[in-house]
């Protein structure tokens, strides 16, 4: 069976704390992709999932 994620690597929890404290420096999306070698979109991920659950942890993803 593939997965059609497989070739993303997940962002560490560094990478998360790194993203959410530029953003709250003022920095955007795309300025904080660039020094962390991310897509603007994932940086916006990111920072929407802080913002929503206060955490930097990875969201629940769903099982079987």
């Keep these: 069976m593939t997965s059609e994620n497989r070739n993303r690597t997940s962002v560490t929890l560094e990478d998360r704390i790194k993203a ?4 709250q420096q003022g920095k955007s999306f795309a ?19 802080y913002n929503e659950t206060n955490s930097y942890k990875d969201r629940p993803r769903p099982g079987r």
Excluded: N
């Design 31 to 49: 300025a904080i992709g660039r020094e962390l070698h991310r897509s603007k979109s994932c940086i916006k991920r990111i920072i929407d999932g």
């Design 20 to 23: 959410v404290t530029m953003f």
